[in-house]
């Protein structure tokens, strides 16, 4: 049987080493030339090093870089800039937000989903192996086997939201790969279940040792996300569970912060930025030097990237020395999330999207830490660069990842050694408890029970209008349909760019009409009516097709519409 993802698996181990700590003792005894199975497996704390590898392949490679934030693309939230949306080297990367076009050849699509492989692939083995090993340390035997059901379990997870049936890797022998072709899709939500319930089970509660670590509270976040998500012609969907889940991490050791830009802001002296707070229950770990991240480069404006208003004050400073505001324009926010509910915003553009309704209300706190409006740097006003025509560099744009330790004139005491937009080193909080909250409100109105549901609504947004909602904005009993409705505005105005919007239309059967309402290129391709259900997956990679034979023999082995 073929390896999955043309990743055979001693070189997807190899990858996971390649980005494992470089001081630890076993990559400085071990040349990654003549890297073997055998030397990497050789005692429980080899597969240590295996499963930190794990931890780095996961922030570098699946979320760190431009593939991290694909996902983002063709939701209501954000849509391509013109100039990327016009000028693609992938010439299918214009159907991620157009619903046309993304095709099975496409680079970015292949790679993608490459990267969940070299994910699952180590932890596989890892699960396969480390049993003979637990005899040395059954703690630290039974935490390495927590977190590599969590990473498989997390990455499958992923993979079947975004391209349906997938294979299933469970290594029962060394020389064992199962499921080497796309399964059905009960076998693989029942897959992701059971390794997130048991990363659940046997997770430690606490990562203050080391923050980086996945904890029995995210696995539970994971599994009740899962039990939401899961299609329904599956019959596994089940908002039971998931309240259950979600209810066992509502017990104290998660609390919202004060105040919402903490979550996020470091140019803000007054209020300091908060990574690893309590808010947070799965954060990826960056830094400005041997781990950064791409966030602030992919949602920053190309206007500050290369051009300058002359006119400035110091006509000698080039924002390409060191602008933490400037970017490359993959993503920019939709007018649904950049107006507020009367379809205005303090930048007065796009001029022919004054009007449409967007999700802020007056007072709401979270829309100037979410978004920039203001684009000036130094005194100076960025305009469109001229590379590609684009206007919309100079519209509103995220605000979210910037990280001003890496402009050029930071004055923080732990300002960048490395003053590049590019190496952004905050962290990521994959899942932070409002999150959770909103999830569980949701369980609560699908279970009938939509009193309580607004309570755990008006929890986050009174936080969001600094401690309490002005009168006429807190949330009361309202239909079922209502709060289905409204809660997703209110996810979108709490979570907004943080990735996890695609995934939410899908689950909640909103994708076709949201996006074609408010995604500029997906509207001037489909109409409101909407793009055709098949093309809410991705393309199963036609280099995997080819690779696979698992998967080139299935009938079906490429989605629908493709």
Not at 95 to 112: H, K, M, P, V, W
Not at 277 to 286: A, D, L, T, V
Not at 360 to 367: N, S, T
Request: aromatic fraction near 12%.
């Amino acid at each position: 049987m073929k390896t999955i993802s043309k990743l055979p698996i001693a070189g997807a181990i190899a990858l996971a080493l390649a980005g494992a700590t470089a001081c630890s003792d076993f990559l400085d005894e071990q040349s990654m030339v003549a890297f073997t199975e055998e030397t990497a497996y050789g005692d429980l704390s080899s597969v240590a090093v295996v499963v930190d590898g794990i931890y780095r392949t996961f922030a570098n490679d699946t979320r760190g870089g431009d593939a991290g934030f694909l996902v983002q693309l063709g939701s209501d939230e954000s849509q391509q800039g013109a100039g990327q949306f016009g000028g693609a080297d992938d010439p299918g990367q214009p159907g991620y937000d157009r619903y046309e076009g993304l095709i099975a050849t496409s680079s970015r699509n292949s790679n993608f989903w490459k990267k969940h492989w070299q994910v699952i692939v180590p932890a596989a083995k890892v699960l396969a192996l480390l049993p003979q090993f637990e005899s040395e340390n059954p703690e630290a035997a039974r935490r390495l086997m927590g977190e590599a059901h969590f990473f498989r379990g997390l990455a499958t997870f992923y993979l079947t939201m975004y391209w349906g049936r997938v294979p299933i890797v469970d290594i029962t022998s060394e020389a064992t790969v199962s499921g080497g072709g796309r399964q059905a899709l009960p076998d693989v939500w029942d897959y992701v279940f059971r390794d997130l319930q048991y990363a659940a089970d046997n997770l430690p509660d606490d990562n203050t040792d080391d923050p980086k670590r996945a904890t029995s509270g995210a696995a539970w976040a994971m599994l009740g996300k899962a039990y939401m998500s899961a299609p329904e012609e599956t019959g596994l969907r089940n908002f039971t569970k998931a309240k259950e889940c979600f209810e066992k991490i509502m017990d104290g050791r998660y609390t919202l912060l004060p105040q919402f830009s903490a979550l996020f802001l470091n140019d803000n002296k007054e209020i300091p930025y908060i990574p690893n707070s309590k808010e947070s229950i799965f954060e990826i770990q960056y830094n400005n030097t041997d781990l950064y991240n791409r966030y602030m480069w992919e949602f920053g404006t190309r206007a500050a990237t290369e051009y300058l208003d002359l006119e400035g004050p110091d006509p000698t400073i080039k924002v390409n020395d060191g602008a933490y505001i400037a970017g490359y324009d993959l993503h920019i926010p939709t007018a649904y999330t950049r107006n507020d509910t009367e379809g205005n915003n303090p930048m007065g553009e796009p001029k022919d999207q004054i009007g449409v309704p967007g999700i802020w209300e007056a007072g709401d706190q979270r829309r100037e830490v979410s978004l920039r409006y203001d684009l000036s740097w130094r005194g100076q006003s960025p305009k469109p660069s001229g590379w590609s025509g684009a206007t919309d560099e100079t519209w509103p744009h995220v605000r979210k990842y910037e990280d001003y330790r890496t402009d050029k004139y930071c004055d923080l005491p732990d300002a960048s050694p490395i003053r590049r937009t590019f190496q952004s080193g905050k962290n990521f909080p994959m899942i932070r408890y409002a999150d959770i909250l909103l999830l569980y409100a949701e369980c609560l109105n699908e279970l009938g029970d939509g009193g309580n549901a607004v309570k755990y609504v008006n929890d986050v947004r009174n936080r969001a209008f600094g401690g309490a909602q002005p009168a006429g904005l807190a949330w009361s009993a309202m239909s079922q349909d209502e709060f289905r409705e409204k809660i997703m505005d209110e996810r979108s105005r709490e979570l907004c760019f943080e990735s996890w919007r695609r995934v939410d239309l899908i689950r909640t059967g909103q994708i076709t009409r949201r996006v074609c309402k408010y995604n500029r290129w997906a509207k001037a391709q489909w109409g409101e009516a909407g793009f055709p259900a098949a093309r809410i997956l991705y393309p199963i990679p036609q280099d995997e097709i080819n690779s696979n034979d698992d998967i080139a023999s299935d009938p079906e082995a490429q989605n629908p519409g493709y």
